[in-house]
């Protein structure tokens, strides 16, 4: 059974920073291209970030320059380092593989706001 667990989200203001962490289990991590995604209210869930398994990287245009994914082969686990936090970043984040194929996590919120 393939789960997702994220955590690290919180409340910021402007311009502050977080970082994502997502733990994975009941697949290849290893071999997995990875993701991280959003969905803000009455939005689509949206990919923000991708990491291949060689860790090249890939970014919506949104987040390119603020926000980076890394992974952690042997901690099974994919982070997202969020720099200059924008309101419009408001959201709950998942990971997932890229594509996102798996059943999806609880997520983590994330709110910017002052």
């Known amino acids: 059974q393939v789960q997702f667990v994220e955590s690290g989200g919180g409340l910021v203001q402007p311009g502050e920073s977080l970082r994502l962490s997502c733990v994975v289990s009941?697949?290849?991590?290893?071999?997995?291209?990875m993701g991280w995604y959003r969905q803000a209210p009455g939005k689509q869930r949206e990919l923000v970030a991708s990491?291949?398994?060689?860790?090249?990287?890939n970014y919506a245009d949104s987040v390119k320059g603020r926000f980076t994914i890394s992974r952690d082969n042997a901690k099974k686990t994919v982070y997202l380092q969020m720099n200059s936090l924008k309101p419009e970043d408001t959201a709950v984040y998942y990971c997932n593989s890229d594509p996102g194929i798996f059943s999806w996590g609880q997520g983590t919120q994330v709110t910017v706001s002052s």
């Open positions: 990491i291949t398994r060689g860790s090249s990287t």
């Open positions: 009941g697949i290849i991590f290893s071999m997995s291209p």
